[in-house]
Nanobody, 127 residues
Framework: QVQLVESGGGLVQAGGSLRLSCAAS????????VGWFRQAPGKEREFVAA????????YYAESVKGRFAISRNNAKNTVYLQMNSLKPEDTAVYYCAAARDTRVTMGSVIPQQYAYWGQGTQVTVSS
């Protein structure tokens, strides 16, 4: 079993930056791709970014490409999401999730590909 804990959310003005962290406990992130998703009120959970194990491949939603960067520190069992040039439409609860697979593919955008989920961290971007 993998327990995931997100941190780093908060309130930021449009154009600002935040870095989210996703720390694993229990079993590690070893041999698992990791993704970030977000869910705004009244909307479905949507894919944001994913990174393979051990980290050579990444995949981003078009809406965040060029603004967000996903990375991982395997020695620390932590995955990061650096978010720059934030927009009000980025406001959501952000979740990290660990897949059973090591790879990132087009299927990585599907929540059902992930076996373990964190509780989420709120990101609010004011205009």
């Amino acid at each position: 079993q993998v327990q995931l804990v997100e941190s780093g959310g908060g309130l930021v003005q449009a154009g600002g930056s935040l870095r989210l962290s996703c720390a694993a406990s229990g079993r590690s992130f070893s041999s698992k791709a990791v993704g970030w998703f977000r869910q705004a009120p009244g909307k479905e959970r949507e894919f944001v970014a994913a990174i393979s194990w051990p980290g050579g491949s990444t995949y981003y939603a078009e809406s965040v490409k060029g603004r967000f960067a996903i990375s991982r520190n395997n020695a620390k069992n932590t995955v990061y999401l650096q978010m720059n040039s934030l927009k009000p439409e980025d406001t959501a609860v952000y979740y990290c999730a660990a897949a059973r697979d090591t790879r990132v593919t087009m299927g990585s955008v599907i929540p059902q590909q992930y076996a373990y989920w964190g509780q989420g961290t709120q990101v609010t971007v004011s205009s």
